[in-house]
């Protein structure tokens, strides 16, 4: 287990097959948060209702939402219609790059609480390191300190931005959601988070299947020795270093696959096989680039998925 992960205990929950096991992590507040999630990123509104209902259906507790996703009232509705308890969920929503300053921040804040039908939220982020994002984090700030939200965070925050904010924040942020997959390990900035006591969460695990993830022969031999898929090897392989993982799907086959990782462990042979995959390159997002800066400040009139080649 990462250092980021040493909190880590099992609980066991209820999905359709009966009782599993999966591991939470105890935030730096204290909060405790599932290893794995369920993403609804590019989930259109028409069909994301039922996928979410599918997936707390399949024993997922965690799910991750955005404002900029434009699916916030079909999670809302997933979520009402459920028979799982309230406070058995844990519900993430993030503010973006339009949303960003104090104010804005406030307000966005509101209407993703009212478009998830909730009284409060239990991770809150900023989802991109652009604008008057020190503004929000004071909206942030408030809101965690008003009750109003279990645990606040950034997402896709480059070492640089996260030092930054550590140093001049008053509340540190508890998250930074990051791409994170074998061809992108950033283990240096794991072990950053790991020392500013910010828990790693990987988006985009799979990074969508980009560079023949999936065929990668590595995987299909570690998958083939523990009887699993590569999704499910790269799925653990992250959980074992502490990183929570929010894979998506609208398959309810592949929602549950993805679930399935909690009854084997990757060995010492393993690990090192897949840290030799890595191209300390992204296949999702790069905001160092002009062409991504572009690209997710016009994503909300041009959802485009990645300029990245």
Known sequence: MGEAGRFAHSVQFRGKGGYFVMETVQLSNGVRMPMEGFGVFQIPEETCEQAVKEAISAGYRLIDTASSYQNEKAVGRAIQSSAVPREELFITTKAYIQQMGYEKTKEAFQES???????????????????????????????????????????????????????????????????????????EEISLMGEM???????????????????????????KKHGKTPAQVILRWNVQQGVIVIP???????????????????????MEKITALDQDCPSMLDTRKVSEVKRVYDYLNNPVLTSLS
């Open 248 to 270: 998506k799907s609208v398959h309810k086959e592949r929602m549950e696959e993805n679930l399935d990782i909690w009854d084997f462990h990757l060995d010492k042979e393993d």
């Open 113 to 187: 609480l009212s478009n998830l039908g909730l009284t409060y939220l239990d991770l809150y982020l900023i989802h991109m390191p652009f604008g008057d994002y020190y503004g929000s984090w004071r909206a942030l700030e408030e809101l965690y300190q008003e009750g109003k939200i279990r645990a606040i965070g950034v997402c896709n925050f480059l070492p640089d931005r996260l030092l930054d904010l550590c140093y001049n924040a008053k509340i540190l942020p508890q998250v930074n959601q990051i791409e994170r997959h074998p061809h992108y390990q950033r283990m």
């Open 197 to 223: 006591n910010v828990q790693p969460e990987a988006w985009a695990p799979f990074a969508e299947g980009f560079k023949g993830m999936f065929t990668e022969p590595v995987l299909l031999e570690i998958a």
